[in-house]
């Protein structure tokens, strides 16, 4: 379990982070979201160790990260924004000596190399130098070095980023994988179609501060599906007659039916038999995205 309690981090004058709280529980998957320079990385980097807290503390499994880093870090995988293999060694050999310090023997950490590469798609690239990797490849590599002792805990800063869309699909069905075996996974990510694929829970942060939690049912629940649609002329009678349709509101020079129980083409149907001219009609599947600006523009943002 990942406990992030009351953190806050400043660079000079720059508050990067303040007062940042959030759980994440064994066996559940939680997005980070939020826009460019909002401190995710931040928090992140300080939930595993590598930038201490001007004030707060991370609890890894009941240890603190600040005080008992050893035994916290030991509980908690890690893959960085943009790992950095600059180094000539071969894939496989890097493993084994990374590998090394987690007590493994060379002989054990070859075939946990051989394998686990494998798995990351890597088998044709064991003995290519981790310098020449491409950005997903290294990507790729961070992963399975993150699960040589296979922690209980995961935090992955935008890991989707440098995955080609087969890389992604294997890290849904590792997160799915992880879930069951009751780890905790705490993953920043912008493509947000996927972190609503992957996650349980969505937190979201805006200017260093957390702005809110919800789980990702009851944000697909809030954002429902509707058809906008623009008429040459709205009146009363025309809003009592898509009533039967769903929730009707005016928005403008649009109507817009929330949650619809019939398709666009069966509105278009209806309207143009009543002798209404119909200029637009769209069916907008609402997504965590418009969620996000939603609460960003709740707030005045
Ligand atoms: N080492 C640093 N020195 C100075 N300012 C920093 C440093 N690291 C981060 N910041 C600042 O802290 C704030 C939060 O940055 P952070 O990298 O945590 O955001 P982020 O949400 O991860 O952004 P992105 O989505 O762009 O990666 C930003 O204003 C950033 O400029």
Do not use: C
């Not at 953190?7 to 998957?29: C, H, L, T």
């Not at 969505?202 to 623009?230: A, L, M, Q, R």
């Amino acid at each position: 379990m990942i406990e992030i309690n009351n953190i806050s981090k400043y660079f000079g004058n720059v508050k990067a982070i303040e007062n940042v709280s959030f759980n994440v529980s064994n066996g559940e998957i939680v997005g980070y979201v939020g826009l460019n320079g909002a401190g995710k990385t931040t928090t992140i980097r300080v939930a595993v160790g590598v930038l201490p807290p001007d004030s707060g503390d991370v609890s890894i499994d009941g240890f603190s990260i600040t005080r008992d880093k050893r035994k916290a870090s030991e509980k908690i995988g890690w893959v960085p924004e943009l790992p950095i293999f600059e180094t000539d060694f071969k894939a496989l050999d890097y493993f084994v000596y990374l590998a090394g310090y987690y007590g493994l023997s060379s002989s054990e950490a070859k075939k946990m190399g051989k394998e686990m590469l494998e798995r990351f798609g890597l088998e044709n690239a064991l003995n290519m130098k981790l310098s020449a990797f491409s950005q997903g490849m290294k990507k790729r590599f961070a992963l399975a070095v993150s699960m040589i002792n296979d922690p209980p805990n995961f935090i992955f800063d935008e890991v989707l980023n440098g995955l080609d869309p087969q890389g992604i699909a294997f890290f849904r069905d590792m997160a799915v994988d992880f879930k069951k075996r009751k780890k905790a996974i705490l993953f920043s990510s912008h493509i947000l179609g996927e972190v609503q694929n992957i996650a349980d829970r969505v937190v979201f942060i805006h200017k260093g501060k957390v702005i809110g939690s919800y789980k990702v049912d009851e944000i697909i629940n809030t954002v429902k599906p509707s058809i906008v649609i623009k008429l040459d002329k709205i009146d009363d009678n025309t809003v009592n007659l898509l009533e039967k349709y769903g929730k009707v509101s005016k928005q403008g020079e649009y109507v817009v039916i929330s949650s619809p129980s019939v398709s666009s083409g069966e509105v278009v149907k209806v309207l143009v038999e009543k002798g209404l001219n119909v200029l637009e009609i769209k069916y907008e599947e609402r997504s965590l995205e418009d969620f996000f600006f939603s609460l960003l523009k709740s707030r005045g943002e």
